[in-house]
């Protein structure tokens, strides 16, 4: 296989347009720089579904692209030229990871937003965009690593991915089939029972968590890959669900943004459907799969940041008892590095002088409080 992360991927799970698209691109800053000052409202009428799909298919080269510009429950900013994608909770914007425009781009059209809207958060952005903030005032601070494998070459040898192996083996004994279907030719009831009782293993039970995480989509989706698992009788075991990540038009990897399986089914029947995709996603020449955010993982703050939050950020993540009846920050991170992928900090950014009230309303921009 040929395919290749490019170099410039070593950023946030980013990788970058092909040379010679630069051209396009100080074009299309151009455009963008004309047409966000000129208007004195920007909302999501204005930057229409198939203006964020045009987006997305040239700048989405990050982890969050797709959910950014696609997730219910979001607001936009920006133009033809491109966008940012945020959530209103009360007075306060929260910014859902990196702006998709060009990158020359992404200063311009946050200092215009920052220019309409004064209470404004960011959460899981890249380097680039966290050093942007820092130069604009904001407190920044690391937030957890996003991890990602690339997938030219990625093999399951080894006895760290021994998992893989033995959910293969496992899927044959229980005589499970695992495939790619539309979501069209399968019972959709069977999808809201995977959906729901695997929620109630979770500790949000009643509803789905939102903003970092894209809630699962019951439905067929442009550019998403959806794999499910079957038993013998054809009934529906579990579902994962890959979102695209694109560059300049082209679909180059996936983040894996939902992974649900029913109680009562193998334990490792998520590990037998991620080798599925993998295979898949290789035989495609695909670069890249992401496995998403590791909250508050490798926390170090190289950037200058708010020390109050870097320290509660140290604490929850090394806390026995959040971990143990919250969540399993330390379990997670764990699992992830089990897929011997590059671990990449990502970051938030506070307003100064309203850091507390910011943090205090990231749970309602979650729906998990």
Not at 32 to 38: I, T, Y
Not at 67 to 74: D, I, K, N, R, V
Not at 85 to 91: C, N
Not at 162 to 182: D, G, H, L, V
Request: charged share 20%.
């Amino acid at each position: 296989m040929s395919s290749q992360i490019p170099g410039s991927a070593k950023e946030s799970s980013a990788i970058s347009a092909p040379t010679g698209a630069g051209h396009h691109h100080a074009e299309a800053c151009d455009d963008a720089r004309s047409a966000w000052p000129d208007r004195s409202k920007h909302d999501q009428e204005w930057v229409t579904e198939e203006a964020r799909l045009r987006a997305f298919h040239q700048y989405g080269n990050f982890a969050l692209a797709y959910s950014a510009t696609f997730q219910p429950g979001l607001n936009y900013f920006g133009s033809e030229a491109g966008f940012l994608a945020y959530k209103q909770v009360g007075s306060t914007a929260f910014v859902l990871s990196n702006p998709l425009t060009p990158v020359d781009c992404c200063e311009d059209l946050i200092r215009s937003f920052l220019g309409h809207r004064s209470d404004v958060c960011f959460w899981q952005a890249s380097r680039s965009v966290a050093t942007i903030l820092e130069k604009l005032g904001f407190y920044v601070n690391e937030m957890g690593t996003e991890t990602h494998i690339e997938l030219d070459g990625y093999g399951f040898e080894g006895p760290v991915k021994r998992n893989f192996r033995s959910a293969i083996n496992r899927a044959a004994c229980c005589k499970y089939t695992i495939a790619e279907r539309p979501v069209s030719s399968l019972d959709r009831s069977e999808l809201q029972t995977v959906s729901e009782r695997w929620r109630r293993t979770r500790g949000v039970k009643n509803r789905e968590m939102t903003f970092l995480t894209r809630p699962a989509i019951l439905d067929d989706e442009i550019d998403v890959r959806k794999f499910f698992t079957f038993d013998q009788s054809g009934s529906l075991q579990a579902f994962a669900f890959f979102d695209p990540i694109c560059v300049a038009g082209k679909v180059v990897g996936y983040l894996c943004s939902a992974k649900r399986r029913l109680p009562e089914a193998d334990a490792l029947v998520g590990y037998a459907m991620l080798y599925q995709a993998i295979r898949t996603f290789q035989d495609e020449g695909k670069a890249i799969l992401s496995l998403g955010l590791s909250p508050l993982s490798g926390v170090d703050n190289e950037l200058p940041g708010n020390r109050l939050m870097s320290f509660a950020f140290h604490a929850v993540y090394h806390s026995r008892l959040f971990n143990e009846f919250v969540y399993p920050l330390k379990g997670f991170a764990k699992h992830k590095g089990a897929f011997c992928g590059s671990a990449e900090q990502t970051y938030c950014a506070l307003k100064r002088g309203r850091a507390l009230s910011q943090l205090i309303k990231m749970p309602r921009a979650c729906n998990v409080a």
